[in-house]
T-cell receptor, first 113, second 110 residues
Framework: NAGVTQTPKFQVLKTGQSMTLQCAQDMNHEYMSWYRQDPGMGLRLIHYSVGAGITDQGEVPNGYNVSRSTTEDFPLRLLSAAPSQTSVYFC????????????FGPGTRLTVT | DAKTTQPPSMDCAEGRAANLPCNHSTISGNEYVYWYRQIHSQGPQYIIHGLKNNETNEMASLIITEDRKSSTLILPHATLRDTAVYYCIVRGTGANNLFFGTGTRLTVIP
């Protein structure tokens, strides 16, 4: 299994541009989520999904959209990039049992100028 | 979800056991204790979790006190590759978020 994969690894955007961060997992996990990590800080939840067709907001959802059309994929869309969205973005997934641990992707490092 | 308290940093000699403490005095009955680590610039890595009983896997052991108000993650023979930030997280089965604090920065010294 490849686990959780994310693309791209690095991205530079100008203020106002939009883009989609891709996340895929091949473990047939129902639960997927997106976090952001700012320098020297812990991770904060942006959006999550408990299954295909179901999404919900996390702690810091403003400026981001998500969709979950398949079990495998959970893309994160930045609608109009702002410098405050400069961060490292991590996607994670876990199995059906809500007690299991989450598996994280390698991250996307986004800079907005 | 209950908050956790961890020391900001610890050192451990290579080959020795690393014991990382975590206080979670407000933990409730259905909340699990999870440990993750983050090696520089990489995604967090799940290590282990437990509810009441001590747990062991190929990476580490988790010791939870009888009153469940604290726990210790044990890396039995620390290597240089174990240098990372270790996060102790408490989460109920119905919660969807993991509240990452600032964790403990473990440095394994040759």
């Amino acid at each position: 299994n490849a686990g959780v994969t994310q693309t791209p690894k690095f991205q530079v955007l100008k203020t106002g541009q939009s883009m989609t961060l891709q996340c895929a997992q091949d473990m047939n996990h129902e639960y997927m989520s997106w976090y952001r990590q700012d320098p020297g800080m812990g991770l904060r939840l942006i959006h999550y999904s408990v299954g295909a067709g179901i999404t919900d907001q996390g702690e810091v959802p403003n400026g981001y959209n998500v969709s979950r059309s398949t079990t495998e994929d959970f893309p994160l869309r930045l609608l109009s990039a702002a410098p405050s969205q400069t961060s490292v973005y991590f996607c994670a997934s876990r199995g059906d049992s809500s007690a299991t641990g989450q598996y994280f992707g390698p991250g996307t490092r986004l800079t907005v100028t | 979800d209950a908050k956790t308290t961890q020391p900001p940093s610890m050192d451990c000699a290579e080959g020795r056991a690393a014991n990382l403490p975590c206080n979670h005095s407000t933990i409730s009955g259905n909340e699990y204790v999870y440990w993750y680590r983050q090696i520089h610039s990489q995604g967090p890595q799940y290590i282990i979790h437990g509810l009441k009983n001590n747990e062991t896997n190929e990476m580490a052991s988790l010791i939870i006190t009888e009153d469940r108000k604290s726990s210790t993650l044990i890396l039995p023979h620390a290597t240089l590759r174990d240098t990372a930030v270790y996060y102790c997280i408490v989460r109920g089965t119905g919660a969807n978020n993991l509240f990452f604090g600032t964790g403990t920065r473990l440095t394994v010294i040759p």
